[in-house]
T-cell receptor, first 114, second 117 residues
Framework: GENVEQHPSTLSVQEGDSAVIKCTYSDSASNYFPWYKQELGKGPQLIIDIRSNVGEKKDQRIAVTLNKTAKHFSLHITETQPEDSAVYFCAADILTGGGNKLTFGTGTQLKVEL | AAGVIQSPRHLIKEKRETATLKCYPIPRHDTVYWYQQGPGQDPQFLISFYEKMQSDKGSIPDRFSAQQFSDYHSELNMSSLELGDSALYFC????????????????FGPGTRLTVL
């Protein structure tokens, strides 16, 4: 089955700096890669996703890049703010007859310091 | 905008008891997914339903069962509870397959925190 690795496990940045989280996946058939933000005591919130037919996608301060050849994808957050502090999960879609079955990375605890 | 609703939000049970978790998907969403998240862990896929039929199965123990009803809400039934079942259980839903392709975004509910004593 699919295996998703995520690094780093913790990331501390100063407010206004950029943050980068990287993930690798194992199944070359995966073609959908969402990123979720999870605040304490809440459910994961979809913040951005990318499909395998594009290499980059941007939404305001958030961008995601995908390298299908290397099976890498990354989340980039610019001009970080304290409210960006949370756990971020990458995920990959396993192609099955039943559709979506997300495999998550192990998460990155992002802390934005004032 | 309406979100996924889960009930109860918190549940405390004794070992060997049973528990039922409920999920109400976003209106017009027809696919429901269940995930289990242990402390400090990533969510693990358990099972999913599309149009009231089981569509995929993950690491769901045989002690657990689930179904989706005609109004698209879903219930996760857990029997012979063990201490290791203590976790956050999330339900997610997605929109009709075929409209946006087979890779529709999953929207997560707030979760049910199950504690087994």
């Amino acid at each position: 089955g699919e295996n998703v690795e995520q690094h780093p496990s913790t990331l501390s940045v100063q407010e206004g700096d950029s943050a980068v989280i990287k993930c690798t996946y194992s199944d070359s058939a995966s073609n959908y890669f969402p990123w979720y933000k999870q605040e304490l005591g809440k459910g994961p919130q979809l913040i951005i996703d990318i499909r395998s037919n594009v290499g980059e996608k941007k939404d305001q301060r958030i961008a995601v890049t995908l390298n299908k050849t290397a099976k890498h994808f990354s989340l980039h957050i610019t001009e970080t703010q304290p409210e960006d502090s949370a756990v971020y999960f990458c995920a990959a879609d396993i192609l099955t007859g039943g559709g979506n079955k997300l495999t998550f990375g192990t998460g990155t605890q992002l802390k934005v310091e004032l | 905008a309406a979100g996924v609703i889960q009930s109860p939000r918190h549940l405390i049970k004794e070992k060997r008891e049973t528990a039922t978790l409920k999920c109400y998907p976003i209106p017009r969403h027809d696919t429901v997914y269940w995930y289990q998240q242990g402390p400090g862990q990533d969510p693990q896929f358990l099972i999913s339903f599309y149009e009231k039929m089981q569509s995929d199965k993950g690491s769901i123990p045989d002690r657990f069962s689930a179904q989706q009803f005609s109004d698209y809400h879903s219930e996760l039934n857990m029997s012979s509870l063990e201490l290791g079942d203590s976790a956050l259980y999330f339900c997610a839903s997605s929109a009709e397959r075929g409209v946006h392709g087979p890779y529709n975004e999953q929207f997560f509910g707030p979760g049910t925190r199950l504690t087994v004593l």
